[in-house]
């Protein structure tokens, strides 16, 4: 009788491990979870064992220097590297070989380092794709001015390349804040906007944060987007080298033994 109760033990001991183990990540409400990424190209380790806990409704910003593997961690959230070993969670689903059309659908909305065009197709289009159902004019007009664009004047224009890049960058966004993602990931949205007022990006940001049930992920290398954060991720030679509150991260990134990373790589506006 010991015997078979013992037997019978450890043979459900594993599903309750995993349900005390999803239940526990249920709680606390975390939304992402990488488990030991590693990701490699011709011979150079990129991302090298990046363990990550994202939790629900929170602004996480992602910094540090150029080539230390930020843009590559986004694009293997979205699905567009694969990594070489390790697991990829999302909502308690195992994701790791989800397409990125399969992510899209979960609830993992991307906007690219570099804009993207879409011949034929208008803005009104895009914000109506985006948002999965057709938007009314009205709602269309409100999103496009939370991104400093004149609705009247882009409505109906083609996506193409007569807009410039940095045009292009705010209807990118504007079709991410439509889309509603319950992950949001933005890599350096700051990237060719310099004639659009910075103030309207940072709260195209908040008013995401505050209106949206889910969390925006921002790669950034500036100082007033690393303030909007509620949490602040530092990835440095393809290691998390740093991951916590705002209140945190921010003074290890500006103490004096930092200076050379302050200087070389955050940005005042
Ligand atoms: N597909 C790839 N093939 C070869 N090297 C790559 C590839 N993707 C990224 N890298 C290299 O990996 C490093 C990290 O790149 P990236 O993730 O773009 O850095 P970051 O966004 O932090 O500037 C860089 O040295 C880059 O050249
Ligand atoms: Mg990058």
Same mark, same amino acid.
């Given at each position: /009788?010991? !015997?078979?109760?013992?037997?019978?033990?450890?043979?459900?001991?594993?599903?309750?491990?995993? $349900?005390?183990?999803?239940? +526990?990540?249920?709680?606390? #409400?975390?939304?992402?979870?990488? !488990?030991?990424?590693?990701?490699?190209?011709?011979?150079?380790?990129?991302?090298?064992?990046?363990?990550?806990?994202?939790?629900?409704?929170? /602004?996480?910003?992602?910094? %540090?220097?150029?080539?230390? #593997?930020?843009?590559?961690?986004?694009?293997?959230?979205?699905?567009?590297?694969?990594?070489?070993?390790?697991?990829?969670?999302?909502?308690?689903?195992?994701?790791?070989?989800?397409?990125?059309?399969?992510?899209? !659908?979960?609830?993992?909305?991307?906007?690219? &380092? &570099?804009?993207?065009?879409?011949?034929?197709?208008?803005?009104?289009?895009?914000?109506?794709?985006?948002? #999965?159902?057709?938007?009314?004019?009205?709602?269309?007009?409100?999103? *496009?001015?939370?991104?400093?664009?004149?609705?009247?004047? $882009? @409505?109906?224009?083609?996506?193409? %390349?007569?807009?410039? %890049?940095?045009?292009?960058?705010?209807?990118?966004?504007?079709? @991410?804040?439509?889309? &509603?993602?319950?992950?949001?990931?933005?890599?350096?949205?700051?990237?060719?906007?310099? @004639?659009?007022?910075?103030?309207? +990006?940072?709260?195209?940001?908040?008013? /995401?944060?505050?209106?949206?049930?889910?969390?925006? /992920?921002?790669?950034?290398? &500036?100082?007033?987007?690393?303030?909007?954060?509620?949490?602040?991720? +530092?990835?440095?030679? %393809?290691?998390?080298?740093?991951?916590?509150?705002?209140?945190?991260? *921010?003074? $290890?990134?500006?103490?004096?033994?930092? *200076?050379?990373?302050?200087?070389?790589?955050?940005?005042?506006?």
């Amino acid at each position: /009788m010991v !015997k078979y109760t013992i037997s019978l033990f450890s043979r459900y001991n594993k599903y309750i491990k995993k $349900y005390i183990e999803s239940s +526990l990540s249920r709680k606390e #409400g975390r939304m992402l979870e990488l !488990k030991e990424i590693c990701f490699s190209r011709d011979n150079k380790k990129i991302l090298k064992n990046i363990n990550l806990n994202i939790d629900d409704n929170k /602004m996480i910003v992602i910094t %540090g220097p150029n080539g230390s #593997g930020k843009s590559t961690l986004a694009k293997i959230i979205m699905g567009i590297e694969k990594p070489d070993s390790g697991k990829i969670i999302f909502n308690q689903k195992d994701i790791t070989n989800f397409s990125i059309t399969e992510r899209a !659908k979960i609830g993992i909305g991307f906007a690219f &380092q &570099q804009p993207v065009k879409f011949k034929g197709l208008t803005v009104k289009d895009l914000i109506e794709i985006s948002s #999965g159902n057709s938007i009314k004019v009205c709602d269309a007009c409100e999103i *496009l001015s939370d991104v400093g664009l004149c609705a009247q004047e $882009y @409505l109906n224009r083609e996506v193409n %390349g007569e807009l410039s %890049g940095g045009e292009l960058k705010r209807i990118e966004i504007a079709m @991410l804040a439509a889309k &509603q993602s319950r992950l949001t990931i933005f890599d350096e949205p700051e990237a060719g906007i310099d @004639l659009w007022s910075f103030n309207n +990006l940072i709260s195209v940001f908040e008013n /995401m944060h505050d209106n949206l049930k889910g969390s925006i /992920m921002i790669i950034s290398h &500036q100082e007033r987007i690393l303030n909007i954060a509620d949490d602040i991720i +530092l990835i440095s030679d %393809g290691v998390v080298q740093k991951h916590g509150k705002k209140e945190e991260i *921010l003074p $290890y990134l500006f103490s004096k033994d930092n *200076l050379c990373y302050k200087n070389k790589c955050i940005q005042s506006s």
